[in-house]
């Protein structure tokens, strides 16, 4: 079991950098899968980024391709979201998640995470 707590939120301009943190708790953080989710206002949960297990394998929304890099760092138990050219479109509260798969695959289904922080306010002003 992981216990994920996301930091580094805040307010920031159009065209700005952000780089969001995912502490998870936990003996077994490298035998999940993590996932970056977003949800705005009156909109449903949506994926924006993905790394397999061992962190060589990542995924991306299109909508994000290009700007944002997810990472892990197994030896502090920690995800990062880099997230380079924001856009008012990326205002969110961001979410870390943490989930089992059986291969290298790497959903984007919220359902398939199990384990999920209290997420980080990102606002982007135009």
């Known amino acids: 079991q992981v216990q994920p707590v996301e930091s580094g939120g805040g307010l920031v301009q159009a065209g700005g950098s952000l780089r969001l943190s995912c502490a998870a708790s936990g003996r077994t953080f490298s035998s999940y899968v993590m996932g970056w989710f977003r949800q705005a206002p009156g909109k449903e949960r949506e994926f924006v980024a993905a790394v397999s297990r061992r962190g060589k394998r990542t995924y991306y929304a299109d909508s994000v391709q290009g700007r944002f890099t997810i990472s892990r760092d197994s030896a502090v138990n920690t995800v990062y979201l880099q997230m380079n050219n924001l856009k008012p479109e990326d205002s969110a509260a961001y979410y870390c998640?943490?989930?089992?798969?059986?291969?290298?695959?790497?959903?984007?289904?919220?359902?398939?995470?199990?384990?999920w922080g209290q997420g980080t306010q990102v606002t982007v002003s135009s």
């Open positions: 998640a943490a989930g089992f798969v059986y291969n290298e695959e790497l959903p984007s289904d919220p359902r398939r995470y199990v384990y």
